[in-house]
């Protein structure tokens, strides 16, 4: 049994097939198929059930991989650990970023990552908190930026918390006024964000929680398509503070936001409780603190 045959296998299930699981490791199908065989043949069990392109896991399969994820995250403990006698001349960093707000936030740290740190290997992952903490917790991803968790396996950095703006068309009724009541856009279709989007539930409690259940009009992890949207009439977007004042485009406008005070933009840092944090990951968190977001505009 080799670790590599344990990473195919995994990302067959992952993938939900043998074909997506070889474009993520970058090796031929062939080859992931040879090595999920190879470990079924040393553990002498059958893994996956062959149901045409699509596979599914046998009781014996379900076993292996909860503790296959559990062997790959302690080898990569281990490497992390032993790159760190390198003291950052080596190593790598596993970082999940939002999708949204990562160009106004992010870019500019990250160049400053990898100036300080041209050898540390920057393995990046962006997506919704749902899908961050997933990768968090799987040992796909070291830290993860996410709204800030309240799941206690998650230790945590804070790192930012935002209000909300609303983006309507220059035309809609209300666009006149300098700010805006969560109440008064129940009759405003909202254009929301990807299922994976922790945001989306905050939201949908803090409409509810002033008296209406909000009307989708789309749904986007892009958040210059969602105001493009808005500029074509199709609704509201609320979107971060410091996302929307650098997406307003002519057709929009942008007004302040007076919703619940939970109805906020707090992204933190997070990883597994109690796991080791590489130095390269520990470096991070430190530029973090060393550049904290703007508060420039109210």
């Known amino acids: ?3 590599k045959q344990l990473r195919s296998f995994i990302e067959v299930v992952h993938q939900g097939g043998f074909t997506q699981a070889a474009k993520t490791l970058h090796i031929s199908q062939s080859a992931v198929s040879k090595q999920v065989a190879q470990l079924e043949h040393s553990l002498g069990v059958l893994l996956l059930e062959r149901l045409g392109s699509q596979v599914r896991l046998t009781a014996a399969g ?10 790959l995250r302690l080898r990569h403990e281990l490497l992390s650990e032993l790159d760190d006698l390198s003291d950052l001349r080596r190593g790598e960093l596993r970082l999940g970023l939002p999708l949204l ?23 990046l992952l962006e997506g919704g908190s749902l ?3 997933q990768a968090v917790l799987s040992g796909e991803l070291e830290l993860g930026g996410s709204l800030l968790p ?27 006024k300098a700010s805006v009541r ?8 909202f254009l929301l964000y990807q299922r994976s989007f922790v945001l989306n539930e905050r939201l949908l409690q803090a409409c509810q929680q002033v008296g209406f259940t909000p009307r989708e009009g789309g749904r986007s992890g892009q958040a210059d398509f969602l105001v493009a949207l808005v500029a074509a009439g199709q609704g509201v977007v609320l979107l971060p503070r410091v996302v929307a004042r650098g997406l307003v485009r002519p057709g929009v406008v942008r007004l302040k936001l007076q919703a619940p005070r939970e109805l906020r933009w707090d992204i933190a840092f997070i990883w597994r409780q109690d796991a080791y944090l590489s130095k390269a990951a520990q470096a ?6 060393e550049f904290p977001v703007s508060r420039a505009e109210p």
């Open 1 to 3: 049994m080799e670790f």
């Open 62 to 71: 379900t076993v292996v991989l909860q503790r296959a994820e559990g062997m």
């Open 101 to 123: 707000g990562s160009d106004a936030l992010f870019a500019g740290l990250f160049a400053e990552y990898r100036r300080r740190y041209p050898n540390i290997s920057v393995q």
């Open 131 to 133: 899908n961050i903490e």
């Open 150 to 176: 309240q799941d206690p396996q998650f230790a945590w950095q804070p790192f930012c918390n935002e209000p909300l703006d609303a983006l309507l068309a220059a035309d809609h009724p209300l666009a006149g």
């Open 182 to 189: 969560l109440e008064e856009l129940a009759d405003t279709p």
């Open 284 to 289: 991070w968190l430190a530029l973090l603190r």
